[in-house]
């Protein structure tokens, strides 16, 4: 048996073991650590600032849910900006989050949660490298708590608007001054045989079609967003 620290500040249950973080679903039929894969490689699709996950079979000896866990380095340089904003108001936190330097980096974080449905981007979960954001603890994201099935619960957000759609709204509104065009450039070239590429490796049709599927779909909501912000179409909403 392997010796560990084992934490759980979140609702997964977490092991340090030699400068590695190792991360377990939440329930039998979830699987966080497979979501937590998938958005990774969508990270580097996109270029964007982020820790690397990769999926591994529990070979630590440890009693996990899964049969898979999600593993990154540990790198203590980085920390929450929760941390950083000490304020109880939730309103004046947001509004100071808003502020921060890294501002186009925080912008292309919430681009990113769009695209994958991540649900999960509390004020907890927004993370600095060095004054960069840098992106992690993405498990939740793509459906993961409902086994991968498309629900209506996937469109949720935090923690400006309830809503994915809603929330780039105001985001793009709110930096309109600083919008860079090459993340969008990027998600413009996300097409099907990329995802099939990536997902493949993790899942097996018909749940690798699901998630396909839905990214895709947000795909399209996001440059749909994007334009009517930019061009100031007429209302378009988040489908």
């Given at each position: 048996m392997v010796r560990a620290e084992t934490f759980s500040s979140g609702v997964l249950h977490k092991w340090n073991i030699n400068g590695l973080l190792y991360k377990d679903s939440m329930y039998l039929y979830s699987r966080e650590p497979i979501a937590e894969a998938i958005c990774s490689d969508i990270l580097d699709l996109l270029e964007l600032n982020h820790v690397?996950?990769?999926?591994?079979?529990?070979?630590?000896?440890?009693?996990?849910?899964?049969?898979?866990?999600?593993?990154?380095?540990?790198?203590?340089?980085?920390?929450?900006?929760?941390?950083?904003i000490l304020e109880d108001d939730t309103d004046t936190f947001l509004e100071l989050l808003l502020d921060i330097?890294?501002?186009?980096?925080?912008?292309?974080?919430?681009?990113?949660?769009?695209?994958?449905?991540?649900?999960?981007?509390?004020?907890?979960?927004?993370?600095?490298?060095?004054?960069?954001?840098?992106i992690?603890?993405?498990?939740?994201?793509?459906?993961?708590?409902?086994?991968?099935?498309?629900?209506?619960?996937?469109?949720?957000?935090?923690?400006?608007?309830?809503?994915?759609?809603?929330?780039?709204?105001?985001?793009?509104?709110?930096?309109?001054?600083?919008?860079d065009e090459s993340i969008i450039l990027k998600i413009k070239e996300i097409y099907r045989?990329?995802?099939e590429e990536i997902i493949g490796k993790y899942l097996e049709t018909p749940t690798k079609d699901k998630i396909i599927t839905l990214i895709l779909c947000n795909k399209d909501s996001i440059l749909k967003i994007y334009n009517q912000v930019i061009n100031t179409d007429a209302s378009i909403s988040w489908t």
């Open positions: 690397s996950y990769s999926l591994v079979d529990n070979y630590i000896g440890v009693t996990s849910v899964s049969k898979k866990l999600s593993v990154c380095k540990i790198d203590p340089e980085i920390v929450k900006v929760s941390d950083l330097d890294d501002k186009l980096g925080l912008l292309n974080m919430f681009i990113f949660d769009a695209l994958v449905s991540n649900p999960d981007r509390h004020i907890n979960n927004i993370h600095l490298k060095e004054g960069k954001v840098i992690l603890d993405n498990g939740q994201a793509l459906s993961s708590m409902n086994g991968f099935e498309i629900l209506p619960g996937h469109w949720r957000s935090q923690p400006f608007e309830p809503f994915h759609g809603e929330q780039l709204k105001f985001l793009f509104n709110r930096y309109s001054d600083i919008l045989r990329n995802l």
